[in-house]
């Protein structure tokens, strides 16, 4: 059997890069019984038909990571990407991004787009994602700004590109290479949001063993993963070092007294947008444990 990864799946076919050549497969119904679906990103077996030139995808390998949304496997790195405007970002959402990232324990780069349309706000964003232990980038496909050093950063990585549509991550990714030639769109007037230009996910080559899923946007993301309220801190890394100046081991961070994080944010040494998601996903968690 021939070793490859699976580049992309569409309508129960998956198409396999195996020695530079693309081999469109179906899966084994075996699959199924066991209930595991092939995801891009998989490292599989496939055994061909000399026939047709097709093939089934036989064994998938084991896989060092797995996203739930978008559904891929073997990423190392997420880029998170966020707009300064239009549409306005979703810090909420990002936040969730942030999480299932960590849970995965994939490394993260913030992408701050947009930075020409409101530069303050970019280097607000910059500064708080910093602040919190991750890198950082602020980009512009407009100005060209950033995207050189965004590039560096995917060199040796299967990295994903994560946001809400409108975002630019299509856009970032021609920039990057302008051979994908990715599908990009305007933001709806209507609705201030992106339009979904990505309608599946695939892995694109950029050389050099550096690999991207392009992904659709979404709008929401469950954290069925994270299974009790307490443990949504740990998912906070800036929290890490004022947390042992709270008086009870047990604390939260929400109503407790003596709390060392409320007392960083009240200094600003913690985002307060980061911790007001912090809040409002730590009761999402604690409303969903009641059900």
């Given at each position: ?23 469109e ?15 891009v ?9 000399s ?8 064994e ?30 979703n810090?909420?959402?990002?936040d ?55 590039k ?11 946001g ?15 051979s ?10 209507k ?6 230009t990505?309608r ?53 961070h ?24 912090y ?9 969903r444990?009641?059900?």
């Amino acid at each position: 059997m021939r070793e490859g990864r699976i580049i992309k799946g569409i309508g129960g076919f998956y198409y396999v890069i195996s020695n530079d050549e693309i081999i469109e497969c179906r899966a084994r119904g075996l699959f199924r019984e066991q209930n595991l679906k092939p995801l891009v990103g998989d490292r599989v077996k496939i055994r061909m038909d000399s026939d047709s030139g097709t093939g089934y995808v036989e064994e998938i390998l084991e896989r060092k990571s797995e996203l739930l949304r978008p559904p891929v496997a073997n990423v190392d790195q997420a880029i998170i990407v966020l707009s300064t405007r239009d549409p306005e970002p979703n810090l909420w959402l990002v936040d969730k991004m942030v999480i299932m990232a960590e849970e995965q324990d994939l490394s993260i780069v913030f992408c701050i787009n947009k930075s020409d349309v409101d530069f303050e706000r970019a280097c607000d964003l910059k500064a708080m994602y910093e602040d919190a232990g991750f890198v950082s980038i602020l980009t512009s496909t407009k100005s060209g700004d950033g995207v050189d050093l965004l590039k560096e950063h995917l060199k040796g990585h299967t990295s994903v590109f994560a946001g809400a549509s409108g975002s630019g991550k299509s856009s970032l990714l021609n920039a990057i290479d302008p051979s994908l030639k990715l599908q990009t769109s305007q933001i709806s007037r209507k609705t201030a949001r992106g339009r979904h230009t990505t309608r599946h996910v695939e892995l694109l080559s950029l050389g050099n063993d550096s690999y991207v899923l392009d992904t659709p946007g979404f709008s929401s993301l469950s954290l069925d993963f994270v299974e009790k309220p307490e443990d949504l801190r740990d998912y906070y890394r800036e929290f890490g070092k004022f947390a042992a100046d709270c008086r009870f081991l047990s604390c939260l961070h929400d109503s407790e007294p003596g709390c060392g994080v409320k007392e960083a944010v009240s200094k600003r040494l913690i985002g307060e947008d980061r911790y007001k998601n912090y809040l409002a996903i730590l009761d999402e968690l604690r409303k969903r444990r009641k059900y």
